[in-house]
């Protein structure tokens, strides 16, 4: 089973072989930590400076005999190049290449100041050893080499209902402005349906991708954030991967991500008036008068004059009403 970096730096590979133009000037063969594909990309790298007219399968064939590195001959180099994602994901795989080489060498960089024992502050290189320790861990989170079964969740459920409203929106991400509307992220209570949530919508916002490898890599992320705060995560059975696999292949139209939303946003208010009339003051309606909606006029210059409240007619000179 291969892990995070090992997957990104295979996709990675894949899109430079079926488009060697990308491997110039982008990232370098020691960047990558897989020896074999390291070797790989020097290869291309070289090959297409030398002939850039090379492509397809002369150029796997050309690259194995090159890196003659194991495992990876021209058959198992035209698989990979064949499975190449779009190259609209490739910032994807190319900030998870170079994030992976950049704590690579602040590890190294942290054991030697560690070894030498004469920095001028010893904690800084134990800080960084730590985080490149930490970092490591999470770019070794296990990626499966084939699909893995899936576990189905209830729909019924609230946990349902926000795997199959994380799915829709995966499925149609130009949603997300609509769906965010309707359901912010905060109200998301499962843990991994929120990052993933909060990371498809943010993505389709500007309408950019988001890949399967990147959600996983977000969710890891997200985990290790709450546990450096203190939080305590949800224990799942499942796998990240596993889990963001399962709702790649929900079935959804276009449609589900909007009836999913309202469904959720009237649990949410029925329960929220339900708290209410249980308890009258457990939410407190008024306006702070710093509120920006306090003072309509400011907000609204076609809105009504404020009604002007007096204690009682006013007293004219001589002492009668005006």
């Known amino acids: ?132 320790e930490q970092y490591q861990q999470l770019f070794d989170t296990p990626w499966p ?49 929120r990052v993933a949530y909060e990371a498809v919508a943010s993505a389709g916002w500007d309408g950019d991708p988001t890949t399967d490898l990147s959600l996983v890599w977000q969710i890891a992320k997200a985990r290790e954030i709450a546990i450096g705060l203190g939080d305590t995560t949800p224990d799942y059975t499942e796998p990240d991967a596993a889990f963001v696999a399962r709702l790649a292949r929900a079935d959804t139209d276009h449609k589900t991500g909007i009836d999913t939303a309202k469904t959720l946003l009237t649990e949410d208010i029925t329960n929220s008036l339900t708290t209410e009339l249980q308890d009258p003051h457990s939410l407190d309606r008024t306006l702070s008068p710093a509120s920006v909606f306090h003072h309509a006029n400011e907000i609204d210059p076609h809105a009504p004059p404020e009604p002007q409240h007096h204690q009682g007619p006013a007293n004219g000179p001589a002492g009668g009403p005006r």
């Open 1 to 132: 089973m291969s892990t995070l970096i090992t997957e990104a730096e295979r996709r990675y590979l894949a899109m430079v072989l079926d488009r060697p133009e990308l491997a110039v000037d982008a990232i370098e063969a020691r960047d990558l930590a897989h020896p074999g594909y390291a070797a790989v990309y020097q290869a291309v790298q070289d090959l297409h400076r030398e002939h850039p007219d090379l492509h397809g399968p002369d150029l796997t064939r050309a690259a194995a005999e090159r890196a003659d590195a194991p495992g990876l001959d021209a058959t198992r180099l035209e698989r990979i190049r064949a499975d190449a994602p779009s190259e609209t994901e490739a910032l994807h795989y190319v900030s998870m290449v170079l994030g992976g080489s950049a704590q690579r060498d602040l590890a190294v960089y942290a054991a030697t100041a560690l070894a030498d024992g004469d920095h001028q502050d010893p904690d800084t290189p134990r800080l960084n050893a730590r985080h490149a």
């Open 145 to 193: 080499d084939q699909a893995v079964a899936a576990i189905a969740s209830e729909t019924a459920t609230r946990a349902g209902q926000e795997e199959l409203l994380v799915a829709a929106l995966m499925a149609y991400p130009e949603q997300s402005r609509i769906l965010v509307g309707i359901v912010p992220p905060e109200a998301i209570q499962d843990f991994r349906c």
